[in-house]
């Protein structure tokens, strides 16, 4: 079982995966947090963390009502049976960032979903929701492609493509299609750049991944 950060981190057998996550919670506590305190790697390692494998978002239905939609992310472990389900999701960026016509929004997929509690510096703990996500970058600035009329993004450079980010940027599920694939000397298909389905509505999304 999971119950500290140390764990998390020992459980995750991606070393990229590993060095992410640790420089990621480094950052977060230091730039996002109240905590404006000095934590040692110790101290890290100790901090009581719980993995989570799916979180609802509030997200727009057809008729402008708010609806519930779940986002998954096993990990490594296998869903339903198959494949783990690591779902793709739009995460809002900061305002100046538009990237044409995503408007602040990139796609990134998550692979880690866990909250970690933090004391802040009036001696409260507060709970906070955050995820490592492997992350894209839009392809033309983001503008659409004058044939396909869809978006293409591609895997972000090494440096910053897994980030550790809060889950409250999140604001729906997306879908992508795979549209170039790499082959790594074992044979495994690896894909690098997708096709953003911006025009997928929220019951066909659900009647495909549900």
Same mark, same amino acid.
């Given at each position: 079982?999971?119950?500290?950060?140390?764990?998390?981190?020992?459980?995750?057998?991606?070393?990229?995966?590993?060095?992410?996550?640790?420089?990621?919670?480094?950052?977060?506590?230091?730039?996002?947090?109240?905590?404006?305190?000095?934590?040692?790697?110790?101290?890290?390692?100790?901090?009581?963390?719980?993995?989570?494998?799916?979180?609802?978002?509030?997200?727009?239905?057809?008729?402008?009502?708010?609806?519930?939609?779940?986002?998954?992310? %096993?990990?490594?472990?296998?869903?339903?049976?198959? !494949?783990?389900?690591?779902?793709? &999701?739009? $995460?809002?960026?900061? +305002?100046?960032?538009?990237?044409?016509?995503?408007?602040?929004?990139?796609?990134?997929?998550?692979?880690?979903?866990?909250?970690?509690?933090?004391?802040?510096?009036?001696?409260?703990?507060?709970?906070?929701?955050?995820?490592?996500?492997?992350? %894209?970058?839009?392809?033309?600035?983001?503008?659409? !492609?004058?044939?396909?009329?869809? &978006?293409? $993004?591609?895997?972000? +450079?090494?440096?910053?493509?897994?980030?550790?980010?809060?889950?409250?940027?999140?604001?729906?599920?997306?879908?992508?299609?795979?549209?170039?694939?790499?082959?790594?000397?074992?044979?495994?298909?690896?894909?690098?750049?997708?096709?953003?389905?911006?025009?997928?509505?929220?019951?066909?999304?659900? !009647?495909?991944?549900?």
């Amino acid at each position: 079982m999971i119950k500290d950060f140390g764990a998390l981190i020992d459980n995750t057998h991606d070393a990229r995966h590993r060095v992410a996550i640790f420089s990621g919670m480094q950052e977060f506590i230091k730039h996002k947090s109240r905590n404006k305190m000095y934590i040692s790697d110790e101290q890290l390692h100790a901090m009581v963390l719980c993995i989570y494998h799916g979180i609802k978002v509030q997200v727009q239905g057809l008729y402008g009502e708010r609806i519930s939609q779940m986002c998954q992310c %096993t990990g490594s472990q296998s869903w339903c049976g198959g !494949d783990q389900r690591n779902d793709w &999701v739009w $995460v809002m960026q900061r +305002p100046w960032r538009c990237y044409g016509a995503l408007n602040r929004h990139l796609l990134w997929q998550l692979q880690r979903l866990f909250t970690i509690k933090l004391l802040n510096e009036d001696g409260a703990f507060v709970e906070y929701w955050l995820a490592l996500a492997l992350t %894209t970058i839009p392809e033309n600035s983001g503008n659409l !492609d004058p044939v396909s009329k869809f &978006v293409q $993004v591609r895997k972000a +450079p090494a440096a910053v493509a897994l980030q550790v980010f809060s889950m409250g940027n999140v604001v729906g599920c997306a879908h992508v299609i795979p549209e170039i694939t790499t082959r790594s000397e074992t044979g495994d298909g690896r894909n690098e750049q997708w096709i953003v389905n911006s025009h997928i509505d929220l019951a066909t999304w659900n !009647d495909v991944y549900n």
